[in-house]
């Protein structure tokens, strides 16, 4: 009747949030991913609110029949356009019902704790920091036990966040004041990743005052860039008070793209560091969500030219249709396959070389970015035979 021996869960904290005793907390496990624990077993009621606001101990989804309508979407306001991580649906969305009266429940970066954290925001001032992808877990307890049921919020999050939350709005029976969020989700990777990563650049920013995971500096195919600013960077720059700044690259910033190499990106799409439970107990991906919009990256044929951007957005309720259709955005109608060509159907896998990946991360002190790379190239290597087959496979087929 409890959480108390789930492990290796999604750590969406919606057991933290709903629990009456408050004796559950998220931390992270030894893997470097966020996991409930329960602080004080004699407390515990075994109400079973954890458990049944928890998704992961559910094969079913918590929003049942969906209707499906699908857009290609991307602000009318450039700069929003062109600091948001594909067409910047994501803040026109938040913008919109602020204006009708909602908060929203976001997530921004927390340079103090060098984590990605979900908060509240109230104007549109405050919506700004929650731009911008950021590819690391987050960790959702302060957010959302701030959020007061009996008012009106937008959620954003990831598809196994959002799940539970459904199922924590509907428990509560307070559904109807939520507008809920997710994004085609790749996966998450360990924490130690992003902190290894940190400490390889702090070396020369020095403690990171900035982090921005993308940029269309160079178009938005090419978009996978991290920027960090650290206190040894020259300028210095609130980003969070305005999204028309970051439009071109600044000195002393260091910048480094997926297209170059960046460290952190091969470690996190390369799937050396999932979460086992993205990659295993995933049940979200394509066309399997619990929101009433999911939001992406339309990659795919058909805006292949397009570099300023353009969101992939869907809707799975009329609510979520309704309101789509009321942004500051422009819309284009399209069938669901052309909306998630390039998502992934499947959950991510696992590089043949994870478990060296995660020892490098668990045992060594500091991991230097020649390390990682020799890592790659053995690992290229490796799927070397399966590609050539693949390639074979296919020619005979054709
Ligand atoms: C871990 C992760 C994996 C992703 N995988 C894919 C993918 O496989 N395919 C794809 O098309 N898109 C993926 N996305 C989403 C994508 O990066 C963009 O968010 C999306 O294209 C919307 O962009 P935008 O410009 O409209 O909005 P943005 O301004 O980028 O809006 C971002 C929204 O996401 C929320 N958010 C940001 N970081 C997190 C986080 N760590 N956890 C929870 N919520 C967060 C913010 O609160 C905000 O509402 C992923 C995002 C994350 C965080």
């Not at 959302?144 to 029976?173: M, W």
């Not at 020892?359 to 590609?387: G, M």
């Amino acid at each position: 009747m409890n959480i108390k021996d789930i492990h290796n869960c999604y750590g969406c904290g919606l057991c933290a949030t709903a629990c009456n005793r408050k004796i559950i907390e998220i931390r992270l496990n030894p893997d470097g991913f966020y996991e409930p624990h329960i602080t004080d077993d004699a407390s515990c009621t075994n109400c079973g609110v954890c458990t049944d606001v928890c998704a992961y101990l559910h094969d079913d989804l918590s929003l049942t029949s969906p209707q499906i309508s699908g857009y290609a979407a991307w602000s009318k306001e450039p700069a929003v356009r062109r600091k948001c991580s594909s067409g910047g649906i994501g803040f026109e969305l938040g913008r919109y019902l602020i204006g009708e009266g909602y908060k929203v429940c976001g997530v921004k970066y927390n340079v103090d704790n060098q984590r990605a954290e979900h908060y509240i925001a109230t104007t549109v001032e405050e919506l700004i920091p929650s731009i911008g992808s950021k590819y690391i877990q987050s960790y959702t307890v302060d957010g959302f036990k701030a959020i007061n049921k009996k008012e009106k919020y937008l959620v954003t999050g990831t598809p196994c966040q959002i799940d539970s939350f459904r199922r924590y709005v509907q428990k509560f029976r307070v559904e109807d004041n939520f507008v809920l969020m997710d994004f085609f989700c790749h996966g998450v990777p360990s924490m130690w990743v992003w902190k290894k990563y940190l400490q390889m650049v702090e070396k020369t920013t020095g403690k990171a005052t900035y982090v921005s995971w993308r940029n269309k500096f160079t178009g938005w195919h090419d978009s996978w860039a991290m920027s960090i600013d650290g206190e040894r960077t020259g300028e210095k720059v609130n980003w969070h008070n305005s999204y028309n700044l970051l439009i071109k690259e600044k000195k002393g910033t260091y910048n480094s793209r997926l297209s170059q190499g960046d460290v952190f990106y091969k470690l996190f799409l390369g799937d050396y560091c999932c979460n086992p439970a993205c990659q295993k107990e995933c049940k979200y991906k394509y066309r399997a969500s619990s929101a009433d919009i999911r939001i992406g990256d339309l990659w795919g044929k058909t805006y292949k030219d397009n570099e300023d951007g353009v969101s992939a957005a869907v809707a799975f309720t009329p609510k979520g249709n309704e309101i789509l259709k009321s942004l500051n955005c422009t819309l284009v109608e399209h069938p669901f396959d052309t909306v998630a060509e390039g998502q992934m159907k499947k959950n991510c896998g696992k590089a043949y070389l994870t478990t060296v990946a995660m020892k490098l991360l668990h045992f060594s002190h500091e991991v230097n970015a020649n390390v990682w790379r020799s890592l790659f190239i053995v690992e290229k290597l490796l799927r070397l035979p399966k590609r050539i087959f693949n390639k074979i496979k296919r020619t005979i087929s054709k």
